[in-house]
């Protein structure tokens, strides 16, 4: 397992990335690790993305452990977004950039692999929520870690001999 680093940053620029980030409706690190990806081409970072989703999947669990349910709610919403990108890197070469996009592209892969993907991302998105209003109960978010896992893990699997 990989493990985290912390960076300290200039406050302004904590605050332009925290700005950008609510902006766009994502978790900040999705906003940093699109930002620095960025200039790598939708086929070269798919593997980087999904990487990065499992990475914060294991984040969550550690938050759990530690009775932050917010701050775990957050990496599970991170994990399923960047899984989404992913696909959409792979399969159609584009990099959603919005909340929206990812809203709209989660129906592509629901297409190929199944409508549980819908209602695993709608989830998912009620953890983004929950970062911000801190309602979910534990069991709300350790049900929802558990279907986003499966996501992650599916979509990994589907991409696996996806060689563009």
Known sequence: MRTSRTITLPEVLAEEIEKRARKLG??????LFDTLLKELSPNESYNKYLEEAQQLLEQAKEELKKQDLRQASEKIW???ALAIKAH???RKGIKPQSHRDLWTYKEEIA???GNWIKVA??????MHINFYEDIATKEDVEEVLKEV????KTIKEALKTYQK
């Open 26 to 31: 994502i978790s900040i690190e999705e906003c």
């Open 78 to 80: 991170g994990a399923c």
């Open 88 to 90: 959409a890197m792979a």
């Open 111 to 113: 297409k190929e692999l």
């Open 121 to 126: 991302f709608r989830q998912a998105n009620l």
């Open 149 to 152: 896992e499966k996501l992650v």
